[in-house]
């Protein structure tokens, strides 16, 4: 049984700055991947950034590139995404993901198994 947990989430001011974390439990071992998405009241769930397991690889949506920074700590089983110079099109609901098996990581949000509950960001203007 997979379990991911996001936390970090907040109420935050235009330029501003938030880290969240999601916390992984389970078949952690078997993840061939992780990332974080998004979706804004009334748009699609849209992909935001993402890190491979094990060799630290990353991809980034251009809308979030040189802004935000996916991270991750194996040894507590934990992806972190740093958010800065936050503006208010970054209001959403962000979600984590995890892949499952030997894959290369991919922004496409139908290649994830696993999801967790999200965790609201609002940025203010």
């Known amino acids: 049984q997979v379990q991911l947990v996001e936390s970090g989430g907040g109420l935050v001011q235009a330029g501003g700055s938030l880290r969240l974390s999601c916390a992984a439990s389970?078949?952690?071992?078997?993840?061939?991947?992780m990332g974080w998405f998004r979706r804004a009241p009334g748009r699609e769930r849209e992909f935001g950034a993402a890190?491979?397991?094990?060799?630290?690889?990353?991809v980034y949506a251009d809308s979030v590139k040189g802004r935000f920074t996916i991270s991750r700590d194996n040894a507590k089983n934990t992806v972190y995404l740093q958010m800065n110079n936050l503006k208010p099109e970054d209001t959403a609901v962000y979600y984590c993901?995890?892949?499952?098996?030997?894959?290369?990581?991919?922004?496409?949000?139908?290649?994830?198994?696993?999801w967790g509950q999200g965790t609201q960001v609002t940025v203010s203007s």
């Open positions: 890190i491979s397991w094990n060799g630290g690889m990353t």
């Open positions: 389970g078949r952690t071992f078997s993840f061939s991947y």
């Open positions: 993901a995890a892949r499952e098996g030997q894959h290369a990581v991919t922004p496409t949000v139908s290649r994830y198994d696993y």
